[in-house]
């Protein structure tokens, strides 16, 4: 039997389906949120540039450039809108208030949205349009210091162990910074690229917009660069 439903139902429906934004969003989150932003699937696949602003339009804060996404991700052409709701997502919707994408972030990792295509929300990096892949990063590198000189060369694979992370083989004459690491494994994650030795060692980047790699900042030591050979 088909069950009609009545006024209140139907309003009940459509608000899932529309923004919730957080009481009062701190001024210091909206501003560090504020800035041009790179929504791009984890497939690879090219993305588009959106612009947060600080300016309070009806449901958030104002959002520009939504053209660019016509063919990319045109789910994202009506986007006129951002905000955070209260259990701590980053929706992006319409004039309406109709959530078009919604993102979650976990601690030490970028926005990740959920449901549908896995995509990515990102600080825009240059004109960089998509994000790498592990089959677009894997192949031969060279970890060195910034005048060029020789640390570690690496291959980074597409082969998974158990788990489904990727291996990787640093050389046999590594310095010791990176050798004693130990590294065995490797995991791209937006533009972040973290290698992974078996006794709870890492070793993290971050990408450049020529494509190469620096030592992530919150890294102790040395800086040091990851360049393709």
């Not at 677009?136 to 590198?141: D, M, P």
Request: with cysteine; glycine share 10%; charged share 20%.
């Amino acid at each position: 039997m088909i069950r009609l439903l009545g006024p209140a139902a139907v309003a009940a429906a459509l608000a899932l389906t529309m923004v919730q934004p957080a009481h009062s969003a701190d001024d210091e989150m909206v501003q560090a949120q504020a800035g041009i932003w790179l929504v791009a699937p984890e497939s690879g696949a090219k993305g588009c540039r959106l612009t947060f602003g600080t300016n309070t339009v009806s449901g958030g804060y104002e959002v520009t450039g939504a053209d660019t996404c016509a063919t990319p991700l045109p789910a994202l052409v009506t986007a006129k809108t951002w905000n955070f709701t209260d259990d701590g997502s980053l929706v992006i919707a319409d004039a309406g208030g109709k959530a078009l994408m919604r993102f979650q972030q976990e601690e030490g990792s970028p926005w990740e949205s959920e449901g549908g295509d896995p995509t990515w929300l990102l600080p825009a990096l240059g004109d960089v349009d998509h994000v790498p892949t592990t089959a677009s990063l894997a192949g031969a590198w060279r970890i060195q210091t910034p005048d060029g000189k020789p640390v570690c060369d690496v291959t980074l694979t597409t082969e998974k162990d158990q788990d489904g992370t990727a291996k990787m083989s640093p050389a046999s004459d590594c310095a010791s910074e990176v050798g004693d690491l130990k590294l065995s494994l490797w995991a791209s994650e937006g533009f972040g690229l973290v290698m992974l030795g078996n006794d709870g060692s890492s070793l993290s980047f971050d990408m450049k917009p020529d494509g190469s790699f620096q030592k992530s900042e919150e890294e102790e030591g040395e800086p040091l660069l990851l360049v393709r050979k």
